[in-house]
């Protein structure tokens, strides 16, 4: 049994962490947020102690190192985006290896510093890239690598989650936090296309503010017009009122079905870490830079079969 910090233990996906941390069978020893809506560890691990304030936590997590039972193998870090660096070298300087959720770091720059920090410490960084592990995503992997052809496949992504006003006055809803949409809710997606398609060859970003996003990738076997979206109104007319998601990822005009079997695939990530085989920074660094030159790019017009069909509602 490895014994196991969570930083966050109040977010969104914070549940997800401790559903996998019980799952595989582990213990979650503390956690640590400086909000203290947390109730749901006591379905989960009541005995876990909590601080909200990070020096207690920090100063606890030194005393149980004096204990080999006791010690922390794991630091799960679900924080805010722009606390992943500072809460994951933390973690790796109290001897953890940690396992954090997307997106790692906002640049390549903070990717290298935490590298670092990896030499330094002999211990190892983990993203959650859970989509990854999803089986439709597998299946398709497996079978664009078998192909023999040419020509690139026509791909188009579209994800849509609304999100109320409270999202805008959170720290989601600031990109000096959150790093703007692209980043905080795109960024998974990404690295799901590079995984299929092979390296990034070209990036255009064709429209973006602090609710939607829309542009071109070009990989090594697709092309690529993405739009992605936290405001209801841009859902298509055939799910306004019925769903506040839409979720759509098309490969030469068939729709590739990944809606359901998202709930376990937290703990498979879990899994797959705790047996040595789980996403280091070499494998995050990819998205990192996708995300990176699409938050620093102006838009551009498209060119001729590179719009996303959503983007004409838009300009």
């Known amino acids: 049994m490895k014994n196991f910090a969570l930083i966050g233990a109040a977010g969104y996906i914070a549940p997800r962490h401790m559903k996998a941390i019980k799952e595989t069978g582990n213990h979650l020893t503390v956690g640590y947020d400086i909000n203290d809506s947390v109730g749901i560890i006591d379905s989960i691990s009541p005995q876990s102690e909590f601080f909200t304030e990070f020096e207690r936590f920090q100063e606890h997590a030194w005393q149980l190192k004096r204990d080999p039972a006791t010690t922390l193998d794991y630091v799960a870090v679900c924080s805010p985006n722009h606390l992943h660096h500072a809460h994951i070298a933390a973690g790796l300087r109290l001897g953890c290896d940690v396992i954090c959720e997307k997106p790692l770091v906002p640049t390549p720059e903070l990717l290298d ?5 990896e030499k330094e410490t002999g211990r190892r960084v983990y993203n959650i890239l859970q989509l990854r592990h999803h089986q439709a995503i597998i299946d398709l992997q497996q079978k664009v690598a078998q192909e ?4 690139k496949h026509e791909v188009e992504l579209t994800y849509i989650t609304s999100r109320g006003k409270w999202y805008v006055e959170s720290w989601k809803g600031d990109p000096r936090r959150s790093f703007g949409v692209a980043t905080n809710i795109g960024v998974h997606f990404f690295d799901m296309l590079h995984f299929i398609f092979g390296d990034l060859q070209k990036s255009v970003l064709h429209y973006a503010s602090n609710t939607k996003a829309a542009g071109y990738l070009e990989y090594e076997k697709a ?11 841009d859902l298509p007319e055939e799910v306004k009122g019925k769903q506040p998601t839409f979720r759509s990822i098309t490969v030469d005009g068939e729709a590739i079905e ?6 376990d695939l937290h703990t498979v990530s879990y899994q797959e870490i705790l047996a040595g085989r789980g996403y280091g920074m070499n494998e995050v660094r990819h998205c990192i830079e996708t995300v990176n030159t699409l938050r620093n790019a102006q838009p551009q017009k498209p060119e001729t079969g590179e719009a996303h069909p959503f983007l004409n509602k838009l300009v």
Do not use: K
Not at 148 to 151: A, I, L, N, P, Y
């Open 258 to 263: 990944f809606s359901s079997g998202f709930t």
């Open 148 to 151: 023999q052809r040419s020509d």
């Open 223 to 233: 092309r690529v017009p993405w739009f992605l979206s936290i405001d209801a109104s």
């Open 113 to 117: 510093e935490l590298a670092l920090v």
